[in-house]
């Protein structure tokens, strides 16, 4: 049986919790509290939040559990392999790969969309072209490019220095969220009655709030960056269901904050009607000045600082995994032969996404909201295996452990995960995706179609002790010539 190249084991709690919560925390935190409070008010859009933060740690027990009994690269991957075999595995890598590559492509073109509002002079430099409206310069480019390739080169130098660095921008974003809240509720112009009325009055509350929910996994997307990582663990694996507890937490608790830091500043309607570019940006401008959008700014690009590495470092992982089980191609399994990152996966997300500022920002758009199926794919696979995983009692001879709350919660997990695809792909839903990203969405099936009919040779020649071997590092007896294609452990239904 072919070695197996692993990771080293340098990625401390801290970090972990930094690389969960600071991937769930990027631009939209600072860019659309306006939008959401137009979808439900201000009390409206913090209980949906809330509520879709209790939903995500619905879903989080599963990932905890399994973490802890596979803690290998690959997360969601491996869980899909595990519980349905190689195909699905494919499947759920497949998709879940372009989402974490847009991720990191929409956080670069983030920051060049805070230096349009911030330095404007700077970014739109050198018109080049209009794009559905968006009108296209070199200065944003190039912050989006240098941004890319800063932090693919901070990457490659080793987990230990992404980790640190992802640590050190968490803590700088709590702090200034916090203290520019705090600012915002005690200035002398604002007022605690600009929240009123809580919900939004043009749109039945419960609406508002099931809108808000919808959100969840693109707005909490970052935990699931976890167990991409569980290979590097110098902790005990139990202790990440802790840590993600802990990063939803502190992510809802930062949306809400924006949302009050926007809404106390003046009556949230007359903002929601005025229409800004950029709500938020406005009225901290104008209660705080320019201390205000130095804060501002500063907690902006922790957010987007925070979400690039976290995603350079899930994708990366996430494609080693995938070339350590040949179903993309081995080379995205080697490491670097000095600092031991997976430095191929880096370079291709970093290539791929250079791309993507010349496109402007509203293409980008339609892709990621493309790719919020691929994540709410992996909450899917990941709670229905470890629903599998367990029996609700002793009835029946099984090797499944008993734990009939753990099977409960799973359940509940794999049906948020399916209510969630539905709201992005059932028509009419209040989160249904549009044309252009369907058509995306639909391109990128076909693509992955062909590439599996292409590999599908090689990849189901590959005995199953042999991935079992490279995707859960599990060592069985190589009986190839017998095998038959069943899930890597035996989860009946």
Same mark, same amino acid.
């Given at each position: ?55 995500? %740690? ?15 690269? *690959? ?7 595990? *519980? ?32 349009? =509002? ?37 990457? $490659? ?26 600012? $915002? ?34 707005? =909490? &997307?970052? =935990? ?33 904050? %924006? ?23 406005? &009225?901290v401008s104008s209660t705080l000045g320019i201390i205000g959008i130095l804060l501002l700014a500063i907690s902006l690009c922790m957010g987007i600082f925070t979400g690039l590495n976290g995603f350079y470092v899930?994708?990366?992982?996430? $494609? ?49 909201? $493309? ?48 209510? =969630? ?73």
């Amino acid at each position: 049986m072919d070695n197996r190249v692993q990771l080293e084991k340098t990625f401390k709690p801290q970090w972990i919790w930094a690389i969960a919560l600071g991937s769930a925390i990027g631009w939209g935190c600072f860019i659309l509290p306006t939008e959401w409070m137009g979808m439900a008010g201000p009390l409206g859009a913090i209980i949906g939040l809330g509520i879709g933060a209790i939903l995500m %740690m619905i879903i989080a027990i599963s990932y905890g559990v399994l973490i802890e009994k596979y803690p290998v690269s *690959g997360g969601e991957f491996a869980y899909a392999y595990l *519980g349905f075999g190689r195909d699905h595995a494919f499947v759920c890598g497949w998709f879940l790969t372009l989402g974490y590559i847009c991720i990191v492509a929409l956080n670069a073109s983030a920051l060049a969309l805070a230096g349009k =509002f911030l330095l404007p002079s700077i970014t739109n430099f050198v018109f080049l072209y209009e794009i559905n409206g968006w009108q296209v310069y070199l200065g944003e480019i190039i912050i989006a490019t240098v941004a890319l390739i800063v932090f693919a080169y901070l990457n $490659m130098k080793g987990a230990s220095l992404s980790g640190n660095l992802q640590y050190i921008f968490c803590i700088i974003l709590v702090a200034g969220v916090s203290l520019l809240t705090i600012s $915002m509720i005690l200035s002398p112009t604002s007022d605690l009655s600009n929240l009123k009325p809580l919900f939004n009055p043009s749109v039945p509350t419960l609406s508002g709030i099931i809108a808000i929910i919808a959100i969840a996994p693109w707005a =909490f &997307v970052g =935990f699931d960056n976890i167990p991409q990582a569980a290979e590097e663990f110098n902790f005990p694996p139990k202790k990440a269901f802790n840590l993600i507890i802990y990063s939803l937490i502190v992510a809802a608790g930062l949306y809400s904050f %924006m949302i009050i830091a926007t809404a106390v500043a003046v009556p949230w309607q007359q903002l929601v009607e005025g229409k800004p570019i950029w709500g938020t940006g406005d &009225v901290v401008s104008s209660t705080l000045g320019i201390i205000g959008i130095l804060l501002l700014a500063i907690s902006l690009c922790m957010g987007i600082f925070t979400g690039l590495n976290g995603f350079y470092v899930s994708t990366s992982r996430l $494609m080693f995994a995938m070339g350590r089980a040949k179903v993309i191609p081995a080379v995205f399994s080697k490491l670097h032969p000095k600092y031991g990152t997976p430095y191929v996966g880096i370079i291709f997300t970093c290539a791929v996404c250079l791309i993507a500022p010349w496109f402007g920002r509203p293409v980008l758009l339609w892709i990621v909201d $493309m790719s919020a199926t691929g994540v709410t794919i992996a909450y899917f696979y990941t709670c229905i295996t470890a629903y599998k995983l367990f029996k609700w009692n002793e009835s029946g001879p099984s090797e499944r452990e008993v734990a009939p709350v753990k099977k409960f919660f799973a359940l509940i997990g794999a049906i948020s995960g399916l209510a =969630f695809l539905g709201l992005l792909l059932i028509p009419g839903s209040s989160s249904a995706l549009g044309t252009p990203s369907l058509i995306a969405l639909a391109i990128w099936t076909v693509l992955g179609i062909v590439f599996y009919l292409f590999k599908r040779k090689e990849y189901h020649q590959i005995s199953k002790s042999k991935l079992d071997y490279y995707i859960l590092g599990k060592t069985q007896p190589n009986n190839d010539s017998n095998e038959s294609e069943t899930p890597p452990v035996h989860l009946d239904a």
